[in-house]
Every structure is written in C-alpha cells, then in structure tokens.
C-alpha cells in the first residue's frame, strides 16, 4: 500500500438522523482504488482547520467530487435564486481553498461535476444555478424514478475541442455523458480553457491553462462504474499518472 499515490477526496457535510456526517459516496472511493489505484485519503469539511499548503503537500493527488449540495452563491457574486437550494457551507470553505493551493502547488487535480463548479468558483468563474431555466439550455438534471444504471447512462453527446487536452486523452471528437447537474459554468474562469460543450452550448469540460500538473475538471460522472467505461478509464489513468509521478517524487525528496 506504501507505493500507492496518495489521493484526497474531500468530504460533504451530511445529517444522519439529526447528525452530522462527513461522507464520500462509495462510486468516488472505489474510482481512486480501481480506476487509479490509488490510497483514497477521505478529508473531512474542517474548513480553516487546516493548514491548506501543508495538507496539500502530503497529497499525490486531489480528487474532487459531486455532491447533492450547490456551491453558495456568495462564492461568486450572486444572490440565492432557490431557496430550497441544498448547501454546504464546510464544503466550499473546505474545497475552495484546497483547489486553490493544490494548482499552485502543481498537485494533479480532478474535479467532477459540483467539483468542476467548484474549480471555476474558486478561480473567479460564476455558475448558473438552474440550467433548465436558462433560455436555451437543455434540462441537465437526474432523470428521476429510474434505476441508477439509467439516471447514469449516456443522456447527451459532447463535443471535444480539436487539440486540447481532452482530445489528447481521448482521441475522439466527440462522445456520450449522462447528466446530473442543476447548475454549471456561466461566466468561465480566467485561466480556464473549454475541453468540452453540450449541444446546447454549456461548457462540460474545462483545463487549468498552464498547469504544473494534470488539471481537469467535467460535468458529468466518469466515476460511475468507471473500469467499465473505456472514456472514464483514459482520464483515470492520465489522473494516476501525474499522480504516481507526484508520489515518486515526494518519495525522493530529501528530509527537511
């Protein structure tokens, strides 16, 4: 277990009969140890708790997942348009920092949908809060009353900017996703380059422009059965890369 990278995953704050949980869906653990092979490294919402920078140097690797919960809107300007808008205040004072300080660090990210929001939030990008009431936009949400091999099937194809990143990983144009999502990228981060667009134009895919480390971010869910999913396994396995090299590295590092 010693040469495993080291992968953060950090939690959600959650109430379990009237008690607070810090929880990390099973499909996001099972990603790190199968897809990525991996050490999962599950980080509690402590917030400023934390020493960010020192956390970060002790990680090979920050996975940054989705959640039922909505980043706050304060985060990027704006005010709350639901009210009943599920959040988690520990999260975001958890997340937003730690992205922050993992890409100035060059510690290989992957953010996954309330990730990849996160990831936009945290560099100055705003999110729309209810896609399907944008005029324009396709409904993105859980198909709901349906087993979960459906609500996680494809639901929409992407198209893949010719060159980038993605495209590099993939070698494809074009490919399937499902959609789980109430909000998404509006105004997109500075330093945030478009991997991916919906058919209706909303961004799926982003990478950190001049990144020292491997940096992406997507809207859907590439950890659902992620061994099973040729296109899930190539992000995976360039997310394990950056991280094993970050981990031989740290290996090698001489005693303070």
């Not at 890409?103 to 809060?129: D, K, M, S, W, Y």
């Not at 944008?134 to 060159?163: N, S, W």
């Amino acid at each position: 277990m010693s040469g495993r990278p080291l992968i953060g995953i950090p939690a959600c704050v959650k109430e379990v009969d009237g008690l607070p949980f810090h929880a990390v869906g099973e499909k996001y653990i099972t990603a790190v140890s199968d897809a990525v092979g991996g050490l999962p490294w599950l980080i509690p919402a402590l917030g400023s708790f934390y020493d960010i920078p020192d956390l970060v140097a002790r990680m090979d690797g920050l996975l940054v997942t989705g959640s039922r919960s909505n980043v706050e809107p304060h985060h990027y300007g704006r005010t709350l348009e639901r009210a009943e808008s599920p959040h988690d205040p520990s999260r975001d004072a958890t997340t937003l920092p730690l992205i922050r300080e993992a890409l100035a660090q060059g510690l290989p990210v992957f953010a996954i949908c309330r990730g990849l929001q996160e990831l936009n939030v945290a560099l100055g990008g705003t999110l729309h809060q209810q896609v399907h009431q944008v005029e324009g936009k396709l409904d993105h949400r859980m198909v709901q009353d349906v087993p979960y091999e459906e609500a996680y099937g494809p639901r929409h194809p992407i198209a893949i900017t010719p060159g980038g990143v993605l495209h590099r990983l993939l070698g494809q144009t074009e490919v399937q996703v499902n959609s789980l999502h109430w909000q998404a990228i509006d105004r997109l981060a500075e330093g945030l380059m478009v991997e991916a667009v919906a058919p209706d134009g909303l961004i799926e895919a982003v990478s950190v422009a001049g990144a020292r480390g491997f940096a992406l971010g997507v809207q859907w869910h590439p950890e659902y059965r992620a061994t099973e999913n040729p296109v899930s396994m190539a992000m995976f396995r360039a997310f394990a890369e950056a991280a094993e090299a970050r981990a031989r590295r740290r290996r090698t590092r001489p005693a303070a």
